[in-house]
Structures are given as structure tokens and as C-alpha cells.
């Protein structure tokens, strides 16, 4: 049987040369877009609309539906906004039922990037195990996608890719004949036993201590929390549980 193909993209200023109109794109953004997407919906979010500008999320302000306005813009919470970019207000707020529109720096960006051509689904280190089970069964091209910091490489991105090359490679269903995957699973192989100490030195691990919330870079390196899986579907995000 012919393996499928796994190939990572690190940043999304590489996207075109990745994209080729037929694999599944894996979104990633660890720190902290796609986790809190997430933990979202596995606290009981209904959809999410993930926009690209402050601008079209505000949009949704004046809707006949109550919509949750969240925003972020370089690691910090948008003034006027419900939430910011944190997964753990999730868990501190009823939001069953609810839909929630999400501008982020650059989770969000990658997303509406790829939704052009290829079925896009949202991963973190929350949902590792999920996705691999949820790929294996679609037996399809795989594409993660990183969403990096204002279209440049960073490390928690490349690490969970290369934790979900790993776990893909597992099924013996995929090959690793990309380099940027082979990139990614030795730098996953480096650091898997502690995440958080091989991100001493990252740029975004740095940046969201000094904003004072370290306690969201612990809780977005924690594997496999949830079995919900974000499908874009159109505009919404949406879950498909395993």
C-alpha cells in the first residue's frame, strides 16, 4: 500500500509552496491560538469563527446573535474585547452553547490562509493523540501547518509538528521524505521529555512571561486534554470528536 505523504510548512510565508489543493492542512499555533480553540470547544463552545483583523471581528459586535468577541494582538488582550488569547479563561467561564469570533496575531491569519484551497483542521499539544486518530482515518496527505510569529519560525509550533509526525509515522501509514518533517520529529525527539525547559530561550515562551502569564505556556505544552477536534466547515469552526 502507498504511504501518504507528511510534509511541515514552519512559517506561513512558505505556504504556496506547500499547498497543493488536496492534503488536510493541521493548523498550529501552540502559544496559544489553536490550544485555546481547543479547550474551547471541549468546555462546551459551539462554533468559532476564527477572522483574520480587529477590524472583522468587530463586526460580529452588533449582531443579532450574542457572540463572545476574543482578540489578541502581540501576546496581549485587545481593549473592548471579551477575552483575549488565554485557553484557561475558558475554563473559568460558562460558554456552552456559544459562539466565539477569535482575531489573533497569527493563529488565526493561518487559518483563513489555508481555508482557501485545502479542509483545515485546528491542533495542539491538547488534542496530539486525537488528531492522529482523526488523520489515520481520513488516510489522506497531510499538511501542518505552523503558524510561527508574524511569519516567522519559532520553536513550539515546529516541536508540536514534529511530535505529530511522530505519532503519524507510528500508524506506518505516512513517510517522512520531507525535510522540514524529519526537521521537526529530531527537534520533538530533543525535547519531548521536558517541553517547557527546551523553550527556555524561545522568543514567544520569553515574551508571554513578561506579560506575566507563564501558567499559559505550562497548560498549552499539556498532552492530549481533549478528544475534540476544530474542523473548518466554511467560515466555522466546528467539532469532530474521535
Known amino acids: 500500500m502507498k504511504k501518504r505523504n507528511i510534509q511541515v510548512c514552519m512559517t506561513p510565508k512558505l505556504f504556496s509552496l506547500?499547498?497543493?489543493?488536496?492534503?488536510?492542512?493541521v493548523v498550529v499555533d501552540v502559544l496559544r491560538a489553536t490550544s485555546s480553540m481547543c479547550i474551547a470547544f471541549e468546555q462546551g463552545v459551539k462554533r468559532m469563527i476564527p477572522v483574520s483583523t480587529v477590524e472583522e471581528a468587530l463586526e460580529y459586535r452588533n449582531s443579532d446573535e450574542d457572540y463572545i468577541l476574543a482578540a489578541e494582538r502581540n501576546g496581549k488582550p485587545v481593549k473592548s474585547f471579551d477575552f483575549g488569547n488565554s485557553p484557561q479563561v475558558y475554563?473559568?467561564?460558562?460558554?456552552?452553547?456559544r459562539t466565539v469570533v477569535m482575531t489573533t496575531t497569527n493563529g488565526t491569519k493561518a487559518i483563513n490562509i489555508a481555508k482557501k484551497d485545502h479542509e483545515v483542521i485546528v491542533g495542539s499539544f491538547l488534542n496530539l493523540d486525537a488528531i492522529t486518530q482523526w488523520l489515520k482515518e481520513k488516510d489522506r496527505d497531510v499538511i501542518i501547518f505552523c503558524a510561527g510569529w508574524k511569519d516567522k519560525f519559532n520553536l513550539e509550533d515546529t516541536l508540536f509538528a514534529g511530535a505529530l509526525v511522530s505519532s503519524l509515522l507510528e500508524t506506518d501509514l505516512y513517510n517522512d521524505s520531507c525535510d522540514a518533517a524529519q526537521a521537526a520529529k529530531f527537534l520533538w525527539d530533543r525535547s519531548k521529555d521536558d517541553l517547557y525547559g527546551f523553550l527556555e530561550n524561545s522568543s514567544h515562551r520569553n515574551r508571554l512571561a513578561k506579560l506575566n502569564i507563564d501558567s499559559d505556556i505550562h497548560f498549552c505544552l499539556k498532552i492530549n486534554q481533549t478528544k475534540k477536534i476544530p474542523v473548518l466547515k466554511g467560515d466555522f469552526l466546528v467539532i469532530d470528536d474521535v
Not at 18 to 25: G, H, M, P, R, T
Not at 91 to 97: A, E, I, P, Q, T
Open 18 to 25: 506547500y499547498a497543493d489543493k488536496k492534503s488536510i492542512v
Open 91 to 97: 475554563l473559568d467561564m460558562d460558554v456552552k452553547g
